[in-house]
């Protein structure tokens, strides 16, 4: 089969940094699959130019290849700030409150794909496969097909499908969607977004759906299917056991001076449900005045589009929150919530989840979220900690032995802290079997083997990605 053209909007490039573990287990499965397949790594560059020239910078890094464009700072408002972050994202995570439409978002979105494709054209190659990430860029494989490009083209959607009526909405919703069946495959998390689409195209397009999820549309057909991603299993189990994960662990053991530990780890997003969080861990120290000075709450937030004023709005709300309830909760040698806005390496990241006796993951809405996965696998399976996660995140569909939540309802997750909290030895062990069964054996190889084999096509075998060696 041909090689790899893997599409998104950023790119992790493998360097020193990434070996010693800054990289997430998404790039780092995509590195070792374009270093099996070979092939490359498009997208942009991250950084901003007065005009833009389309010049490519090609680099090679621990054998894979990048190719890397830079955007006006007119694009980066438009299409990055503007239409994928406060369009796209607010709207696809059911917050319509929080979505703007506003019709320079929607050119600069075209134009910046349109970009895109000029730019990653000439890479490709008749038999490569393409793969395009998220929601960035939706009509981006339209565009090549006017150019001419025959290749299959997949594409993965990390975050959720919203139902019908809310993607109504949007302006120009279904020339949107018209454009993302110039795809072969179409992949979402789960089955649940996967329906949101299949009623959209059904309900809205009229198209018919086959039996194995094929869409017919202009004489081609499109599969539909769910693909739930997972961490890198085993590159996340080594970083748990190293000396620089123990350290942290020991260093947060200490810290706390023997309370109980509680975990969450987001990027600030509105999605993530932090303030409900942050009131439901409140709402549990109150009803429970015999904890008071024995848990606390870690939140390492590591601040994320902060351009973006909603996100500017959520960091002042949870300051704010911080300060309340560490106001009311607080001694002169205890402070309740641990609010950090700073990110960590990833193994220092396994040592504190191993820490915490409880893992607090409790978006609103979440395409998939890898945190719950990643707490797992960190776990101690003799004296393993409790999950609780929002029922609304897509890895709830898999992770059924968390103690599943409603994030909404401030009470129900105080009610569940304490649950946790009290949970025999025996029944934490039995959940946390069934969870790490789960973790391990659909991991992002795992994942990414299918994605590849089903972009493969019907009669194309896809080699075995689950067998790739990883570099460190
Ligand atoms: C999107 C979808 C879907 C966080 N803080 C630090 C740090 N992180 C890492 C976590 C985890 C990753 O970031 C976050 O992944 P999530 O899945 O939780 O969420 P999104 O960023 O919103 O990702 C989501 C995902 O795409 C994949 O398809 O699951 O639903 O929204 O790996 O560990 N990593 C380090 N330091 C930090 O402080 N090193």
Do not use: C
């Not at 006006?72 to 299409?79: G, N, R, T």
């Not at 279904?174 to 329906?195: K, P, Y």
């Not at 997003?269 to 024995?294: N, Q, T, V």
């Not at 006796?357 to 890898?370: A, C, K, Q």
């Amino acid at each position: 089969m041909g090689r790899l053209i893997v599409i998104s909007n950023r790119v992790s490039v493998p360097s020193a940094a990434g070996a010693a573990g800054a990289q997430g287990g998404l790039a780092v499965a995509l590195n070792s699959a374009l270093r099996e397949h070979g092939g490359i790594w498009f997208g942009w560059s991250g950084q901003e130019t007065a005009e833009f020239t389309g010049h490519l910078d090609m680099q090679r890094n621990n054998g894979v290849t990048t190719a890397t464009i830079d955007l006006e700072p007119q694009d980066v408002d438009e299409y990055y700030n503007g239409y994928a972050n406060r369009t796209l994202w607010p709207l696809f995570h059911y917050r319509i409150d929080l979505t703007e439409y506003d019709r320079n978002f929607g050119e600069g979105y075209e134009r910046v794909n349109e970009r895109f494709a000029d730019s990653v054209f000439p890479l490709i190659e008749p038999d490569d496969l393409v793969w395009v990430h998220d929601y960035h860029l939706l009509p981006l494989a339209s565009i090549l097909r006017g150019k001419g490009v025959k290749n299959r083209i997949g594409l993965f959607v990390h975050t959720p499908w919203p139902p019908t009526r809310l993607l109504a909405s949007l302006p120009f919703h279904e020339r949107l969607v018209a454009s993302m069946l110039e795809h072969d495959v179409i992949g979402f998390q789960t089955t649940e977004w996967l329906e949101s689409f299949l009623h959209y195209v059904q309900k809205e397009m009229g198209l018919k759906i086959g039996l194995d999820n094929s869409i017919e549309y202009n004489g081609r057909q499109v599969i539909a299917r769910a693909f739930p991603i997972g961490i890198d299993f085993a590159e996340f189990t080594e970083a748990a056991s190293s000396a620089q994960a123990k350290e942290a662990h020991d260093r947060l053991k200490a810290s706390v001076r023997g309370r109980k530990i509680l975990i969450g780890v987001d990027r600030l997003d509105y999605s993530k449900g932090l303030g409900e969080r942050f009131e439901s861990f409140s709402r549990f120290l109150g009803d429970h005045p015999e904890m008071a000075g024995k848990a606390v709450l870690l939140q390492i937030a590591p601040p994320s589009r902060g351009d973006v004023t909603s996100y500017q709005q959520i960091r002042e709300d949870l300051e704010r929150k911080t300060g309340h309830i560490n106001g009311a909760h607080a001694d002169v040698d205890f402070v309740p919530i641990r609010y950090v806005n700073r990110g960590y390496p990833r193994a220092e990241l396994a040592g504190f989840y191993r820490a915490a006796e409880v893992g607090l993951v409790t978006p609103l809405r979440d395409g998939m979220n890898l945190v719950a996965k990643e707490y797992i696998a960190a776990q101690d399976p003799e004296n393993p900690g409790v999950l609780i996660l929002s029922r609304f995140a897509g890895s709830a569909l898999q992770l059924k032995d968390a103690l599943l939540v409603n994030p909404h309802s401030v009470e129900h997750v105080a009610e569940t802290i304490k649950l946790a909290l009290d949970m025999p030895l025996a029944e934490r062990k039995r959940r946390h079997q069934k969870l790490l069964a789960s973790v391990r054996e659909e991991d992002v190889i795992h994942w990414l083997d299918q994605f590849v084999k089903a972009l493969s096509g019907p009669d194309k075998d896809s080699g075995n990605v689950a067998s790739l060696d990883r570099v460190a």
